[in-house]
């Protein structure tokens, strides 16, 4: 019997992974939680039946979302990390010689779940320098500051996680910001969901003296190309130019293409400006 999930990207395009075996299933206090073992994509997390991440393209992402501000900021040494229950993100950050990584995420079941399934992504979870606060990453930023960089690795703008892509957030991410700190979102996808990405990019843009979009290609999340938007206080981006240091060990990510990710493919650049 041919065993296969699909994630419904719109009600008319559906992304199908052949299934060897539905390795768990749970409904947390916030979400259904599932793990797959896939005959191509390795192992595969979904929440409430969307993709998360896949053992074969993780890096992707989470590469992306983290070595672009570490490198830009180029000194951060506290960061918190909004979401990313999964782990990836704080993997890729440990990286770097940060004394503190917060991550906020508000399901604990996300966390025990990649533990037991993921510990290639998880593995970064009980270092001494991580701190875990199973809380509302919106409530969090209100009561804690000093920052070096945020990092909002969040599920789409539904249920828990809808706070998390407005205004008023960003303004208290803001506030939880040292002078030179810097804020990356995940921002979705230009290819289905352009209206979302313009909005975003517009109020953090209202918000945050620099304002600039990268993207990146994975292949199983929605559209395949995905954005990343970074707000800044008093750094740009595009003309810092970043250290060599530290030597870190990537498989999508690269040095020589830093400042090139700021630049837009041109139907991108149009949508955000329009
Ligand atoms: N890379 C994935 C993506 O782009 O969709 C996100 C991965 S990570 C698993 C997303 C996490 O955000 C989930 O574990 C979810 O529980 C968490 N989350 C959603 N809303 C949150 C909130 N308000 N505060 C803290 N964590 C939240």
Known sequence: MELWFSEYQTKNVKLSFRIKEILYATQSEYQKISVYETEDFGRLLTLDDLVMLTTKDEYIYHEMISHVPMLTHGNASKVLVIGGGDGGTVRELLKHPVKEVHLVEIDKEVVETSKKYFPSVSCGL?????????????????????????????????????????????????????????????????????????????????????????????????GALWTFTMGSKTINPVTKEISSMPNLDTKYYTRELHKSYFILPPFVGKLISE
Request: aromatic residues 14%; without cysteine; negative net charge.
């Open 126 to 222: 009980t270092d001494p320098r991580v701190k875990i606060f199973y809380e509302d990453g919106i409530e969090f930023v209100k009561k804690n500051k000093g920052y070096d960089v945020i990092i909002i690795d969040s599920t789409d703008p539904i249920g828990p996680a809808e706070g998390l892509f407005s205004t008023q957030f960003y303004k208290n991410v803001y506030s939880a910001l040292n002078e030179d700190g810097i804020v990356v979102a995940q921002t979705e996808t230009p290819i289905l969901l352009g209206d979302l990405v313009r909005k975003i990019y517009k109020d953090m843009s209202s918000v945050f003296a620099y304002t600039n979009m990268y993207t990146a290609v994975i292949p199983t999340y929605p």
